[in-house]
C-alpha cells in the first residue's frame, strides 16, 4: 500500500540542527515530485521545501533559505530535510508529501520542537 513515513523528529535547543528523513513506498518514488511542509500549533500548513522527481532542482520557503536542505535518494525511496540553525519558530510538526498531476500523497507527520 500507498506509505510516507516520516522519521527524525524531536526536540533541540536553538542553534541545533535535526535530520529527517521520509520514506516512501507502494508507488513509483522516482516520479513524484517531493515536498515538506510543516504545521505549527493554531497555524495552517505551509511548504517548506520542494524538489523536483530527479532532484536537479529545489525551493525553499523564506523563512528557511540558507539553513534547511532538501534532497532525495531515488535509490532508496527517501527523501530528507537537514535544518540547521534551528530557531524557536520552526517548531511545528513536519509532513511528507509527494505530487505527481492531480496526486497528494502526505505522511503522518513528525514532531520538531526548538527549545532551550
Known amino acids: 500500500q500507498v506509505q510516507l513515513v516520516e522519521s527524525g523528529g524531536g526536540l533541540v535547543q536553538p542553534g541545533g540542527s535535526l535530520r529527517l528523513s521520509c520514506a516512501a513506498s507502494?508507488?513509483?518514488?522516482?516520479?513524484?515530485?517531493m515536498s515538506w511542509y510543516r504545521q505549527a500549533p493554531g497555524k495552517e500548513r505551509e511548504l517548506v521545501a520542494s524538489i523536483t522527481p530527479t532532484g536537479g532542482s529545489t525551493n525553499y520557503a523564506d523563512s528557511v533559505k540558507g539553513r534547511f536542505t532538501i534532497s532525495r535518494d531515488n535509490a532508496k525511496n527517501t527523501v530528507y530535510l537537514q535544518m540547521n540553525s534551528l530557531k524557536p519558530e520552526d517548531t511545528a510538526v513536519y509532513f511528507c508529501?509527494?505530487?505527481?498531476?492531480?496526486?497528494?500523497?502526505w505522511g503522518q507527520g513528525t514532531q520538531v520542537t526548538v527549545s532551550s
Open positions: 507502494g508507488f513509483t518514488y522516482s516520479s513524484y515530485a
Open positions: 508529501n509527494g505530487r505527481r498531476g492531480y496526486v497528494r500523497l
